[in-house]
């Protein structure tokens, strides 16, 4: 992995992504969190209903813009994960690192969360 993408995976939080419209096909960008924990990257957000999470169920495929301490346009694929047991571990950790650890059963039951596969040589 290149050195400067590779910083910025452990360094930035905000990024872009750009999924496929589940109802439109057309391309949707926008802006988001992720967490980079042990070199794993995730996505998620408040609870509620998030429509780049229902494309992303619809079509795995998703480009990683980074934008901050490098620029680069990564293809990847994400991993809804729904199985409360690997969803705990992952969004204790996330609602802890974001100071929200006393909604994590919130979190736990509303938040969707995606593990991402990025596609580089």
């Known amino acids: 992995m290149d050195e400067k993408i ?11 992504i750009t ?6 096909g057309q391309p949707r960008r926008i802006e988001i969190w992720f967490h980079n924990l042990d ?3 995730y996505i998620t957000g408040t609870p509620g209903t998030r429509d780049w999470y229902a494309n992303m169920v619809a079509n795995h495929d998703i480009t990683f813009h980074l934008k901050n301490t490098t ?3 990564i293809p990847a694929t994400v991993e809804p994960i729904t199985e409360p047991g690997q969803r ?4 204790e950790r996330i ?4 100071g929200r650890s ?8 509303d938040s969707p969360l995606v ?3 990025l596609h580089q040589d």
């Open 6 to 16: 590779a910083r910025a995976l452990a360094t930035d939080r905000t990024i872009d």
């Open 88 to 91: 705990r571990p992952i969004l």
């Open 19 to 24: 999924t496929v419209g589940r109802k439109s």
């Open 102 to 109: 006393e909604d994590i059963e919130k979190w736990m039951t």
């Open 71 to 73: 620029k680069a346009d």
């Open 115 to 117: 593990q991402v596969h």
């Open 95 to 98: 609602t802890r690192n974001v």
């Open 39 to 41: 070199g794993k990257i």
